[in-house]
């Protein structure tokens, strides 16, 4: 990674295998995780260094407001991978790459997040913004409305904001239930 995102990039990858260095069962689902671009993948690399247990997961069963679907054939889909991260007054699950069935077709969401406080469930999604892939804002608040979930976009040049992971978490602690 730090080939492709610089030397605080490849430094955060070996703090990552310090911490998980005797977790194989870790690595194997991590390194199974899909991404679209390097920079997905250095913020998932960012989420991991706040050791929250890695996990496959059935979001259906943990209150996700959105139908699930494999990304290829538009099937439901139930198992996903992701980061079960506790809290003080709840729960947050971060999964990378989600498909989801929409009134405007198959979209696959960079990160979907659950928070879970109180009995209550809120799905949000978070997008990484590169703007080669991104560039057309019209487009993207169309997609935003078609997901029907609270969307935060982070531009791929913030990730060596020192910050970020906590400032995500936060929005997605500070969504409202539905």
């Known amino acids: 990674m730090a080939l492709h995102l610089g030397e605080s990039a490849g430094a955060e990858v070996l703090e990552l295998e310090r911490l998980r260095q005797k977790d194989e069962s870790f690595w194997r689902q991590f390194n199974s995780l899909r991404f679209d671009s390097w920079s997905e993948k250095r913020l998932l690399v ?7 247990q890695l996990l496959g997961l059935r ?7 959105l139908p699930l679907v494999d990304g290829t054939t538009g099937e439901t889909c139930v198992l996903h991978r992701g980061y079960v991260l506790p809290g003080k007054d709840g729960s947050l699950v971060w999964c990378p790459q989600v498909a989801v069935a929409t009134s405007a077709g198959v979209l696959c969401v960079d990160n979907l997040l659950m928070v879970s406080s109180r009995g209550q469930s809120v799905t949000v999604a978070v997008e990484v913004d590169g703007a ?6 019209q487009q993207q608040r169309a997609r935003d409305r078609a997901l029907g979930i609270p969307v ?5 040049g913030e990730l060596d904001k020192p910050g970020l992971v906590t400032r995500i ?10």
């Open 152 to 156: 935060l976009h982070v531009d791929a």
């Open 169 to 178: 978490l936060q929005w997605a602690w500070d969504q409202p239930a539905a």
């Open 59 to 65: 979001l259906d069963r943990l209150g996700c407001s």
């Open 46 to 52: 960012r989420v991991g260094l706040l050791g929250g």
């Open 132 to 137: 080669e892939f991104h560039g057309d804002p």
